[in-house]
């Protein structure tokens, strides 16, 4: 995949001003095709999808209005990450079982961000999340609070646990690294899936066989 098909909604006007004047830059035309929808909000979330589904584009980000605090305007199932730089925090879903959701974050950190031995750790400063790939919280209001205090208010919202891609910037800053982190998950699941795709047959040889061949 070169070039990345995107579909891009946004809930206000603000957001569309946002999206247009960001793709004035000519970067950014050469690494993706955009589809701006003319509906906004939801609406505009369900025509994304169903040209998701159809294979139309690659991928969906969400340019949320300014003051929705939501981490996952989209309202998709899985588990919710926020990401900024090398700091990337995803947040238990107390209505899931513990055990399923860890399993899911494990194989997102392999499949989506090339960690094929992911380090989590519950606890974020300053100090420790650069040794951590991943800071799980329970605590979705004060994780938040803390991610963007180290982030400077920028990061970009995404959902694990599912086929699509769907990110969302939190800041006119953030816009380009949230494309930016939709193509990289892409690439790092097309190297996932081809290295998975035909692994090769655990070679057994029976000893007393062989023995008796010699």
Same mark, same amino acid.
């Given at each position: 995949?070169?070039?990345?098909?995107?579909?891009? *909604?946004?809930?206000?006007?603000?957001?569309?001003?946002?999206?247009?004047?960001?793709? +004035?830059?000519?970067?950014?035309?050469?690494?993706?095709?955009?589809?701006?929808?003319?509906?906004?909000? /939801?609406? #505009?979330?369900?025509?994304?999808? @169903?040209?998701?589904?159809?294979?139309?584009?690659?991928?969906? &980000?969400?340019?949320?209005?300014?003051?929705? #605090?939501?981490? @996952?305007? #989209?309202?998709?199932?899985?588990?919710? &990450?926020?990401?900024?730089?090398?700091?990337?925090?995803?947040?238990?879903?107390?209505?899931?079982?513990?055990?399923?959701?860890?399993?899911?974050?494990?194989?997102? &950190?392999?499949?989506?961000?090339?960690?094929?031995?992911?380090?989590?750790?519950?606890?974020?400063?300053?100090?420790?999340? $650069?040794?951590?790939?991943?800071?799980?919280?329970?605590?979705?209001?004060?994780?938040?609070?803390?991610?963007? +205090?180290?982030?400077?208010?920028?990061?970009?919202?995404? *959902? *694990?646990?599912?086929?699509?891609?769907? *990110?969302?910037?939190?800041?006119?800053?953030?816009?380009? +690294?949230?494309?930016?982190?939709?193509?990289?998950?892409? %690439?790092?699941? /097309?190297?996932?899936?081809?290295?998975?795709?035909?692994?090769?047959? $655990?070679?057994?040889?029976? %000893?007393?066989?062989?023995? %008796?061949?010699?």
């Amino acid at each position: 995949m070169n070039i990345l098909r995107i579909g891009i *909604t946004h809930f206000d006007q603000e957001g569309l001003e946002l999206i247009n004047s960001t793709f +004035e830059e000519i970067l950014l035309d050469e690494i993706c095709t955009r589809t701006t929808y003319t509906s906004v909000g /939801e609406e #505009a979330i369900d025509e994304a999808l @169903n040209d998701w589904d159809e294979g139309n584009t690659d991928a969906i &980000m969400v340019v949320p209005a300014k003051d929705d #605090a939501r981490l @996952n305007p #989209a309202s998709l199932e899985g588990m919710d &990450m926020i990401i900024w730089g090398n700091l990337r925090m995803a947040f238990v879903n107390e209505e899931s079982d513990f055990e399923s959701q860890m399993e899911m974050l494990h194989h997102a &950190m392999k499949r989506d961000f090339d960690i094929d031995i992911p380090r989590i750790t519950p606890i974020l400063d300053a100090e420790n999340y $650069k040794a951590y790939d991943v800071v799980l919280v329970n605590d979705r209001e004060q994780g938040l609070k803390d991610f963007l +205090e180290l982030s400077q208010g920028n990061g970009v919202a995404y *959902t *694990t646990g599912r086929e699509l891609v769907c *990110t969302s910037p939190f800041s006119a800053e953030s816009f380009h +690294e949230s494309i930016y982190l939709a193509k990289d998950i892409l %690439k790092a699941r /097309e190297r996932y899936d081809e290295a998975h795709k035909n692994p090769l047959p $655990k070679l057994f040889v029976d %000893k007393k066989d062989d023995i %008796k061949k010699h």
